[in-house]
Each structure stands twice: as structure tokens, then as C-alpha cells.
T-cell receptor, first 119, second 114 residues
Framework: DAGVIQSPRHEVTEMGQEVTLRCKPI?????LFWYRQTMMRGLELLIYFNNNVPIDDSGMPEDRFSAKMPNASFSTLKIQPSEPRDSAVYFC?????????????????FGEGSRLTVL | GNSVTQMEGPVTLSEEAFLTINCTYTATGYPSLFWYVQYPGEGLQLLLK?????DKGSNKGFEATYRKETTSFHLEKGSVQVSDSAVYFCALSDKRSNTGKLIFGQGTTLQVKP
């Protein structure tokens, strides 16, 4: 069974350009999470969705960042315009979080990440 | 609010040494506790978990016991191998949450030398 799929794996862009990162969660999972990992700040939760609805976007650094989940099998994280300080590895993860009774084992399944370098 | 604190790394050990990585947490309610591992160039993957007090999670020779009285979930392994070199993350989830959100510690890098 396929895991969480992220694309691109690597992206190098110039400051000011738009960046779009993509994620396909595991089929049947209804919670999706976007994390950012840097040496300085560690692993930061940016936003998460439950049943395609954004639940908490308080971790999104600023208005340059936006995330969407148009359907259960696809999500995007967009940075516009990008800045050098956005350079990081961005992870998408999915889980069986429920919208009603808690039934989740708590396990998150992570993709392999998208390494972004903004010059 | 809920939080997780791990011992700072890096932790450097020789092969076959005993490993302990400390993890303490602050939480309301009754969280589930997890250890995730991240190998170089990869995403995080679940190593072990415990869902209630006094439970012991174990996998690949690693163990951790959910200690409610000390709010701890320390990771241990009796004899580490070079292949255990990775970053280890302690995490908790609030079972009252309906979304599966996890709160992670800052991660501890383990380097095992031959």
C-alpha cells in the first residue's frame, strides 16, 4: 500500500518566486498535517486538516503561506512570495483522526518530505 | 497547554552501549505517548507507543514505559548499533482530540560509533 506521497522531493527557487508543495495522504485517512523542519526550530506544525477542513492554522508563519485541501486525496502548501528563511524540509503526514468518536491509534504516517531551498 | 521536553543532544555512544533518552511531558487529561524515529533523509516513522499509564511500548529492542507519576516516557535500549543512528522524537496526543494531532519534542540526535 502506498504511503504518503509528497512532491517535489527537492525544490530550488529564487526569492520572490511562488512555491507549491503537494501531498497525497494515505487512502482512507481523514486527518492531514503539514510540518516544517529546520535545524534552528526543529519540527513545527504549520496547519492541519480534518475531513478536508482546516482545524488549526496557528502555526502558519505569515500570510505568505497558505494551504488547501480540495478533496480527501490531495493537499497543497503554497508560499508566495518565497524568502530565503523559508528554506526547510516540509513534511506532510496523515492519520486516521476521526471527526466524531476518537478512534485514532495516534500514529502519524509521514511522507519523505520536500526539501525547499530559496536563494 | 500540552508540551513535550526531551534531553538535548547529540548523544554519542559506542556500539553495544546502553541508551537512555529522557522525555517528560505536560498534559491535561490522559495522553497517549509515542516515540518516532527519523533516519537521515527520511520522514518520521513510529517506533513505539503506549496509550495508558504503566504500559510499556517496545520495538526493535527499544522500550519505553508510560510513567504517570513522573510524567515521563524515557526511551531505552540495552545495546545500540550503528544502524540506530538517527533523530528520535517523543510525542503525545490528547485522546480527547478528534483529529489525531501530535505534539512533538524537539528531537534528540543519536550517533553510534563502531
Amino acid at each position: 500500500d502506498a504511503g504518503v506521497i509528497q512532491s517535489p522531493r527537492h525544490e530550488v527557487t529564487e526569492m520572490g518566486q511562488e512555491v507549491t508543495l503537494r501531498c497525497k495522504p494515505i487512502s482512507g485517512h481523514n486527518s492531514l498535517f503539514w510540518y516544517r523542519q529546520t535545524m534552528m526550530r526543529g519540527l513545527e506544525l504549520l496547519i492541519y486538516f480534518n475531513n478536508n477542513v482546516p482545524i488549526d492554522d496557528s502555526g502558519m508563519p505569515e500570510d505568505r503561506f497558505s494551504a488547501k485541501m480540495p478533496n480527501a486525496s490531495f493537499s497543497t502548501l503554497k508560499i508566495q512570495p518565497s524568502e530565503p528563511r523559508d528554506s526547510a524540509v516540509y513534511f506532510c503526514a496523515s492519520s486516521l483522526g476521526s471527526g466524531g468518536t476518537f478512534s485514532n491509534t495516534g500514529e502519524l504516517f509521514f511522507g519523505e518530505g520536500s526539501r525547499l531551498t530559496v536563494l | 497547554g500540552n508540551s513535550v521536553t526531551q534531553m538535548e543532544g547529540p548523544v554519542t555512544l559506542s556500539e553495544e552501549a546502553f541508551l537512555t533518552i529522557n522525555c517528560t511531558y505536560t498534559a491535561t487529561g490522559y495522553p497517549s505517548l509515542f516515540w518516532y524515529v527519523q533516519y537521515p533523509g527520511e520522514g518520521l516513522q513510529l517506533l513505539l507507543k503506549a496509550t495508558k499509564a504503566d504500559d510499556k511500548g517496545s520495538n526493535k529492542g527499544f522500550e519505553a514505559t508510560y510513567r504517570k507519576e513522573t510524567t515521563s516516557f524515557h526511551l531505552e535500549k540495552g545495546s545500540v548499533q550503528v544502524s540506530d543512528s538517527a533523530v528520535y522524537f517523543c510525542a503525545l496526543s490528547d485522546k480527547r482530540s478528534n483529529t489525531g494531532k501530535l505534539i512533538f519534542g524537539q528531537g534528540t540526535t543519536l550517533q553510534v560509533k563502531p
